[in-house]
T-cell receptor, first 114, second 118 residues
């Protein structure tokens, strides 16, 4: 079975622009989470979706939004990009939404904002 | 507050040496879950182990072993007879029981960069 797939792998944007990142979960997984990993740091939680509903939101501004589609794939949108948004964005899927359900991560999208 | 501390930023060893990666956590809950993930240069976080707070039995999987000590809030990871392929960043993470907006959220430490030299 394919793992979590993310697209694109790399992206360069200019300050003020908008970006959409995409994620396809492992087949059968209904929960998708998004994490931001700044260089040299551990991943920080952005969102979790389960059965197409937002189930958790981290401490990120409203410029960050996401959604989950009927096929359980997900998009992360970031508006009005700032230089500080440059990071590796990781998508993870899990079978369930609970805290003991291991997350399986994709390779990430590396976003550079200039 | 929930917090995971990995005090070792970087560790370098020579192949075949044993190495232990430290992880200390803070939580107010009595039920929680601990994880270790490996991040090779490709960027993908690879799940290694999950441990719940009620199971303090140590675990061994091949060259990997984990020592969970609730009394000291530590969940340390040991690689025996390290290999070059073990070179990666290793993250310890904490998840709490399902509760409101923190459902399924992982709190990660800052990671330990392990370099194994041939």
């Amino acid at each position: 079975d394919a793992g979590v797939t993310q697209s694109p792998t790399h992206l360069i944007k200019t300050r003020g622009q908008h970006v959409t990142l995409r994620c396809s979960p492992i087949s059968g997984h209904k929960s998708v989470s998004w994490y931001q990993q700044v260089l040299g740091q551990g991943p920080q939680f952005i969102f979790q979706y389960y059965e197409k509903e937002e189930r958790g939101r981290g401490n990120f501004p409203d410029r960050f939004s996401a959604r989950q589609f009927p096929n359980y794939s997900s998009e992360l949108n970031v508006n009005a990009l700032l230089l500080g948004d440059s990071a590796l964005y990781l998508c993870a899927s899990s079978l369930l939404a609970g805290g003991n359900s291991p997350l399986h991560f994709g390779n990430g999208t590396r976003l550079t904002v200039t | 507050a929930q917090k995971v501390t990995q005090a070792q930023t970087e560790i370098s060893v020579v192949e075949k040496e044993d190495v232990t990666l430290d992880c200390v956590y803070e939580t107010r809950d009595t039920t929680y879950y601990l994880f270790w993930y490996k991040q090779p240069p490709s960027g993908e976080l690879v799940f290694l182990i999950r441990r719940n707070s009620f199971d303090e039995q140590n675990e061994i999987s091949g060259r990997y072993s984990w020592n969970f000590q609730k009394s000291t809030s530590s969940f340390n990871f040991t690689i025996t007879a390290s290999q070059v392929v073990d070179s990666a960043v290793y993250f310890c993470a904490l998840s709490e029981p399902d509760r409101g907006s923190t459902l399924g959220r992982l709190y990660f430490g800052r990671g330990t960069q392990l370099t194994v030299w041939p």
